[in-house]
């Protein structure tokens, strides 16, 4: 068997596109944007123009009047939007596949003092009312934390999505039980190109009281918005953000891109393509005799079980996926996956299989 080699015109890179969403560069409209932003001087702690604006945009595009934040990456605003909602001896329901439970050093538990992270069993990376109100409800004696706050991921570490309905579900059991609710939307970009919903549609009308705005992965060079739309939950939370070193002097650098992503769809045409290079790829894996995938493919990641020989070829070839993540080989898609590298990984991969 001989091993594949990229062709003379492949850029740099090209075997990393399915590790992860984060392997990509930043999207020409984000780039320009970062260059726009880089006249004179400003106002700085986000006292800027580009900010002000930024956080009118998303204000905008949530149709809320919403408290908005922007800070540098997805562990530090899921754990301080976290913590900013729970006492120390208070609980916060997860997923046991959320990335908050298994990919942020205990960062969610560090910067809340302690608050316990309670996990409940996933259907396909979703969490279930069912399960949610199980873990509320099975101790109420001062030896238990407290459930204060559930958080669910859209879309999930599993490449799958949340219905509104479901969303709307969740959160009646948490509100019924005083519970507040955030969103980990590290790939929200994603879910709402692949419902093609209204963003508040799934979040603060399905009940979602903070969302944790994903813009690394969408194409933006760094950083991740907080969106409170409960403002009096975000009163304080400047001098959180502070604390946790997450407050940007040279904001600007952050929120311009994130007008110019927000401005004429970009940021839904680019997660879009990202959904639509997924779907390419998992199409051509179904019909691959020997590679099955593990999960319905619904935005941009592909799980497929393959031998351990064939895996072992295809990372021999160059390609590099994770095989930590939701089991099996995860290929995630960005912005800037192309389909040429989507048909390439597809020979390789037969060929890994043998065929
Ligand atoms: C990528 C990701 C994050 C953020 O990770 P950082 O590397 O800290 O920016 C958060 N949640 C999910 C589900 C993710 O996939």
Not at 101 to 121: H, M, Q, R, V
Not at 149 to 163: D, H, I, P, R
Not at 285 to 296: C, K, M, T
Request: aromatic content about 8%; proline content about 4%.
């Amino acid at each position: 068997m001989s091993t594949a080699s990229p062709t003379p015109n492949e850029q740099p890179g090209h075997f990393l596109q399915f590790a992860s969403d984060n392997t990509s560069g930043i999207c020409p409209e984000a780039m320009q944007a970062l260059v726009a932003a880089d006249v004179g001087f400003a106002a700085s702690y986000g006292n800027d123009h580009a900010t002000q604006q930024a956080c009118d945009r998303i204000r905008e595009l949530f149709e809320a009047d919403a408290e908005v934040f922007f800070v540098f990456n997805g562990t530090a605003a899921n754990s301080i939007a976290l913590a900013s909602l729970c006492q120390s001896y208070q609980a916060v329901i997860c997923s046991d596949t959320a990335h908050v439970e298994t990919d942020e050093c205990g960062a969610p538990e560090f910067f809340s003092n302690g608050s316990k992270l309670l996990s409940a069993p996933h259907r396909q990376g979703k969490l279930t009312s069912a399960g949610v109100l199980e873990v509320i409800t099975r101790r109420t004696d001062v030896h238990y934390p407290r459930p204060k706050v559930v958080t669910l991921t859209q879309s999930t570490e599993m490449g799958t999505l949340y219905q509104k309905g479901e969303i709307s579900g969740i959160s009646r059991v948490a509100q019924e039980h005083g519970l507040k609710v955030h969103m980990d939307g590290a790939r929200f970009a994603n879910a709402v190109a692949a419902l093609g919903v209204a963003p508040a549609d799934i979040t603060w009308r399905a009940g979602v009281d903070v969302l944790c705005f994903g813009g690394t992965k969408m194409g933006l060079p760094i950083g991740e918005a907080i969106v409170f739309f409960d403002r009096r939950l975000g009163e304080e939370f400047a001098y959180r953000c502070k604390q946790a070193g997450q407050l940007a002097s040279k904001m600007r650098y952050l929120s311009a891109p994130w007008l110019a992503m927000l401005t004429d769809g970009v940021w839904l045409r680019h997660a879009g393509h990202a959904n639509a290079m997924a779907h390419r790829l998992s199409e051509k894996v179904a019909a691959i005799a020997g590679a099955e995938l593990l999960l319905p493919t619904e935005a941009n990641g592909v799980f497929v079980n393959l031998p351990e020989a064939a895996l072992t070829r295809l990372k021999a070839m160059g390609w590099t996926f994770y095989t930590f993540i939701g089991g099996g080989a995860r290929f995630m898609c960005s912005w800037a996956t192309t389909e040429a590298a989507v048909d390439h990984l597809v020979r390789d991969m037969d060929r890994a299989l043998g065929g």
